[in-house]
């Protein structure tokens, strides 16, 4: 007789979203240009030639959102703040108006009992910001820490819970290596200087809210669990090179002082020397440490494939949406691999869902299946990795509503919440019901 799960009681059970992607309303009340914004109207960019000028309508709809989490028994709502309703042109004038609806949001989270959970930034930013240089320009540190400062003092009182950075990773990946995201033109000798710099603004805005913040901040990062697709040393060898590149690049800086070594042999001579002292920087402890989690891949050795020198081994498995292998032990795998070599700190998955091709709504159902068994055999795997010792505070399920996927546009749908547009009608799948459950039981259901 297999013991159920049982979560601690203390779990904090929430789902994610991020501004650009649910919001909509990009300029008003004077919000300045955003980096996705223009990005978005570029054609050919995005998928469909969709953009995030309506999305799911949240910034006009989101006390109705605010019921539907409550319906859900969501405990915590992990969010992010569009940095340019608060500075339209990145720094200096503040815009009142902007600042106003993340107050909003957040007092109407308190009264509904759901802890906000705040993004600082979560890709989208001024476009300005990208036209003095973006990440790659040095001074984007202190740009970062001096937004994030604002908004610390702004909204103390009411987020104690707050992140610097979403996924670095895909900052500099997609926008500075392929060019898929903005600044949208491929920038090889730039995207380490990017990197640096977004861990640099990491670090000093955490200074900063030692100095003037409360609660507990942290670093949200993407991992990947890599495997070898044979034993041959070429493809032993791309592992290595795939899993630096991906999984160690910002969280060896952050939790051990340095660059891994396959970086100065990915990026060759455009691996730069930074200063000794950014390193003793960007180790400014944090609180805890929130790991976004989809999937794994098999690589093996590909020299044609720069930067890395690498290829994905289409595995014979389930898939989702989006083409990525549904891999459940991957989630403990990156749990157990985060506390043994790097930290104690506490984990949050702050982000774990799928995306599937769902049916329309009818009499006001959403038959997910594929998505309820994505989420019971992820949060198994979350329980078992709590098990083996993972000080694990809670999981965010990636998303409360179908949204803006990026450069995929509206066509994947990762939502527990159907979102049928344009009319924005909102309606719970089965999955949403299937997580209430599991919130309500502690896991017992799973
Ligand atoms: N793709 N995909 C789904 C999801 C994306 O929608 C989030 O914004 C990112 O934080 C992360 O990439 C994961």
Request: hydrophobic content about 40%.
């Amino acid at each position: 007789m297999t013991t159920k799960p049982s979560f601690p009681a203390d779990f904090l059970w929430g789902a994610a979203t991020s501004a650009y992607q649910i919001e909509g309303s990009p300029l008003a009340d004077g919000a300045g240009v955003s980096n996705w914004h223009r990005f978005a109207h570029r054609p050919g960019t995005i998928a469909h030639g969709d953009h995030g000028d309506t999305a799911c309508d949240h910034y006009r709809r989101y006390e109705e959102d605010i019921q539907l989490m409550r319906e859900l028994g969501l405990q915590a709502y992990r969010f992010s703040i569009a940095w340019h309703r608060i500075f339209p042109e990145g720094r200096g004038r503040l815009n009142p108006k902007g600042l106003d609806f993340y107050l909003r949001l957040a007092d109407a989270l308190n009264n509904a009992g759901i802890v906000p959970c705040a993004t600082l930034h979560h890709w989208d930013w001024p476009a300005a910001l990208d036209d003095q240089g973006g990440w790659a320009h040095r001074d984007s540190a202190q740009w970062f820490a001096d937004y994030a400062h604002t908004l610390f003092r702004a909204l103390d009182g009411r987020v104690k819970h707050w992140a610097t950075l979403n996924e670095p990773w895909v900052i500099v990946h997609a926008g500075y290596i392929e060019g898929a995201h903005p600044p949208g033109v491929p920038a090889f000798a730039k995207a380490p200087h990017a990197a640096h710099n977004l861990l640099r603004g990491h670090a000093l805005a955490v200074q900063a809210f030692r100095a003037d913040g409360a609660g507990q901040i942290g670093l949200v990062v993407n991992l990947e669990p890599k495997f070898a697709a044979s034993a041959k040393p070429e493809d032993q060898a791309a592992l290595a090179r795939s899993h630096a590149y991906m999984n160690r690049w910002f969280l060896d800086p952050v939790f051990l002082g340095g660059y891994p070594e396959e970086m100065a042999d990915i990026f060759g001579a455009d691996w730069p020397r930074f200063p000794e002292e950014d390193f003793k920087l960007i180790r400014e402890p944090f609180d805890f440490l929130g790991i976004n989690y989809y999937s794994r891949t098999v690589v093996r050795d590909e020299p044609a494939n720069l930067p890395v020198r690498d290829a994905r081994v289409r595995q014979r498995a389930e898939h989702t949406a989006m083409d990525w292998e549904v891999f459940p032990e991957g989630l403990k795998t990156c749990l157990t691999w985060v506390k043994q070599r790097y930290t104690t700190l506490p984990l949050y998955v702050t982000e774990n869902g799928a995306a599937f091709a769902d049916p329309p709504a009818v009499a006001g159902r959403v038959a997910d299946p594929r998505r309820v068994a994505y989420l019971r055999d992820h949060l198994r795997a979350a329980h078992a990795a709590l098990a083996e010792g993972v000080d694990l505070k809670g999981y965010f399920a990636w998303s409360l509503l179908d949204n803006f996927e990026w450069a995929h546009g509206y066509g994947k749908r990762f939502g527990l919440v159907r979102v049928d547009y344009p009319t924005g009608t909102r309606t719970p799948k089965d999955s949403a019901r299937f997580y209430r459950r599991v919130i309500e039981s502690r896991g017992a259901v799973l």
